[in-house]
């Protein structure tokens, strides 16, 4: 089925260790975004992508690195995790207003919690 | 810089109602979108609704309606003749300035539909 696809839909790992956090859409979306939600925060942007191998940094970037070599896949690694990136994470996608702006689609999210 | 406010954490409404979940935005860019997200206890994103800065008349997408004032910088979400499946959290977000297709968001309001 056409969509956008997180996985895995949830983790927990320990502080230190590296994770990566995979989204994967088939709409061939040019735009795709990293977002954390926190409670009192609303959704906050991580990274973002406008194309293959264009990515740009977002609201939060700190410890997160994103790579995306095809237009499908825009993964998310923590390198290092702390406590303090315990949050749920939405992958979304999008393709390029003109003249009218076209929503985002997100996927169903990952919890992440680091112990 | 932009921001979204939704000053209201928490409203209630019972069934068959309607409900006004408010919205408020702060941009000096002439063309943006407003729109409305839902996230049910599943936890997943839902686009509900878009604004444009230049529609002139409000946008409407079955019970729900924004009642756009943009003098007074408001993009509030209506949902007419509520239902107990409309109890969710509720986001506002607004297109970035620039070529990028971001979105920021509010901190959401929670609405609880009682029998």
């Known amino acids: 089925d056409a969509g956008i696809t997180q996985s895995p839909r949830y983790k927990i790992t320990e502080t230190g260790r590296q994770v990566t956090l995979m989204c994967h859409q088939t709409?061939?979306?040019?735009?795709m975004f990293w977002y954390r939600q926190d409670l009192g925060h609303g959704l906050r942007l991580i990274y973002y992508?406008?194309?293959?191998?264009?990515?740009d940094k977002g609201e939060v970037p700190d410890g997160y690195v994103v790579s995306r070599s095809k237009t499908e896949n825009f993964p998310l690694t923590l390198e290092s995790a702390t406590r303090s990136q315990t949050s749920v994470y939405f992958c979304?996608?999008?393709?390029?207003?003109?003249?009218?702006?076209?929503?985002?689609?997100f996927g169903d999210g990952t919890r992440l919690s680091i112990l | 810089a932009q921001k979204i406010t939704q000053t209201q954490p928490g409203m209630f409404v019972q069934e068959k109602e309607a409900v006004t979940l408010d919205c408020t935005y702060d941009?000096?860019?002439?063309?943006?979108?407003l729109f409305w997200y839902k996230q049910p206890s599943s936890g997943e994103m839902i686009f509900l609704i878009y604004?444009?800065?230049?529609?002139?008349q409000n946008a409407t997408e079955g019970r729900y309606s924004l009642n756009f004032q943009k003098a007074r910088k408001s993009a509030n979400l209506v949902i007419s003749a509520s239902q107990l499946g409309d109890s969710a959290m509720y986001f506002c977000?607004?297109?970035?300035?620039?070529?990028?297709?971001?979105?920021?968001f509010g901190t959401g309001t929670r609405l609880q539909v009682f029998p």
């Open positions: 979304a996608s999008g393709i390029p207003g003109q003249g009218t702006y076209q929503p985002q689609h």
């Open positions: 709409w061939s979306h040019s735009y």
């Open positions: 941009t000096s860019d002439p063309s943006y979108g």
């Open positions: 604004q444009g800065s230049y529609d002139q």
């Open positions: 977000a607004m297109r970035a300035p620039g070529n990028t297709d971001k979105l920021i």
């Open positions: 992508s406008a194309a293959a191998d264009i990515t």
